[in-house]
């Protein structure tokens, strides 16, 4: 027994968290609903200064005040919005969760602030035992992880393997319209020009058409006539292929299983590795992971997570194991995140969010049915697709990216947080908090849906 598990069952201990969940608990019974701000001119001021002190306006007049219950999240003037975007997929069990609380308390009262790669802590090694044995529940061969403080880093340890394994290879396949982070190098490979402005490249990227639903064979045949193409033009040149299964950014695209396992194969034939950016789609599929939803477990090197996991990392084969020096972090990751990392994994895992029949497949369906619903009633304003699992996302005004944007700040002003993504078209989406809503919440934001695009 250690000094650390003496401390932890310290009834004091025990008793404190008790004492702030229940005070927790206690003061969550005055948020009903929806609240109007209760003090406008300092929040509008406090706005000002932060839009100022940060360098650039934000988004949605949004400073949170450092608390909620479940989808709602109070801001700093007092009021309360729904929030279907969670920090673009990060806050999966929505604001103030009681249980999640006490995991992150069992962070804070350890002795660091953050781990790293130096000095770790059992709840790492705790944690990364339970991510590899759920990467590889459906018969995946991951043998390691590292865990890392951004999705963008968790992309760029992948390859940075990928290229000391494949040297001299030094050019990455990718897909259009994917969106992997911006570090220097990553933001080479995210297809977005706006994003790499003024910056050098670190190495070639190829860009293969992604599935199209619409066009399943087409989209074969375009994407392995491409691939074709890159590799006699660049024999042994490709380290890897960096691929999105799902495309969050790009505006919520789905892939397919016969189009990965065709492109994976042929990448294996050509000595390319294989990896699988999971920050957005990881615990939002019925499956955890969404290679296992394709069932492409066989086939990735290494898959990368982030957001909903709480903290990042790039669970990877062992035969891509870099030479030391190659990957190293000071911070891995603070040691809260990597309890709450645990809980919510652990929670998604054993708490009927996964599965046909998962909590994370109800709120789709039922989502998806009422949107389907407003369709009807508008159908020139609002479009599926609805996307997959616990990324839901629709198609307005035929995409039109600034009526789409108007949309979402007049979305906002009603009490709704979305997100746009995508261009040509513009999709407006919700990562919603699966871990903390319900029917009756998903009523309300459509209510707040239909009432917004009928005033436009
Ligand atoms: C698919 C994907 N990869 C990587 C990233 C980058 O993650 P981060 O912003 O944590 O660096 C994102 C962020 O949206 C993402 O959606």
């Known amino acids: 027994m250690t000094i650390a598990n003496e401390f932890y069952n310290d009834p004091k201990v025990k008793e404190a968290k008790k004492l702030i969940k229940q005070a927790l608990l206690n003061h969550q019974e005055k948020i009903t609903g929806l609240m109007p701000p209760k003090d406008e001119k300092s929040y509008q001021e406090l706005v000002k200064k932060l839009s100022q002190n940060r360098g650039g306006k934000l988004f949605y007049d949004y400073i949170g005040s450092g608390f909620g219950k479940g989808p709602f999240v109070e801001l700093a003037d007092g009021s309360t919005k729904f929030d279907f975007i969670t920090g673009i997929g990060v806050h999966y069990f929505g604001h103030s969760h009681p249980d999640l609380m006490e995991a992150l308390i069992d962070g804070a009262i350890s002795n660091t602030v953050m781990q790293g790669n130096l000095q770790q802590n059992t709840d790492s090694e705790k944690l990364i035992d339970l991510l590899l044995t759920e990467a590889n529940r459906y018969g995946a061969d991951l043998s390691h992880v590292v865990l890392t403080s951004s999705g963008v880093m968790a992309n760029e340890n992948a390859l940075k393997m990928a290229f000391q394994k494949r040297h001299p290879a030094d050019r990455v396949l990718a897909f259009n319209k994917c969106f992997h982070g911006r570090t220097i190098a990553v933001a080479g490979v995210t297809d977005k020009a706006k994003y790499r402005d003024g910056l050098p490249e670190a190495f070639c990227v190829d860009y293969l058409p992604f599935y199209d639903s619409n066009d399943h064979q087409g989209s074969i045949d375009r994407m392995m006539c491409a691939l074709a193409g890159y590799v006699s033009r660049h024999p042994g040149k490709h380290a890897a292929l960096l691929c999105e299964v799902i495309q969050g950014e790009a505006g919520s695209y789905l892939g397919n ?60 084969r062992g035969d891509h194991k870099p030479r030391p020096g190659l990957i190293s972090q000071t911070f891995t990751s603070s040691s809260t995140a990597i309890n709450a990392s645990y809980y919510v994994v652990n929670q998604l895992v054993n708490n009927g969010f996964l599965g046909k029949d998962g909590k994370i497949n109800k709120i789709h369906s039922y989502f998806s049915s009422k949107l389907e619903e407003l369709h009807k009633k508008h159908p020139d304003k609002i479009e599926g697709p609805w996307g997959i699992g616990a990324m839901v996302a629709m198609t307005l005004f035929k995409g039109d990216m600034e009526k789409s944007k108007q949309f979402t700040f007049k979305l906002f002003e009603n009490g709704v947080l979305s997100f746009i993504a995508g261009q040509l078209p513009t999709r407006v989406r919700f990562l919603v908090p699966a871990g903390a809503i319900n029917n009756d919440h998903i009523d309300e934001v459509v209510k707040i849906i239909d009432q917004t695009l009928a005033g436009m």
């Open 257 to 316: 299983k016969e189009f990965f396992e065709i492109l994976f194969s042929e990448c294996k034939k050509h000595n390319i590795s294989i990896i699988v950016d999971e920050v957005q789609s990881f615990g939002r599929t019925e499956k955890l992971f969404a290679f296992q939803y394709f069932e492409l477990d066989k086939y990735v090197d290494f898959v990368n997570i982030g957001k909903n996991a709480q903290t990042c990392a790039t669970i990877y």
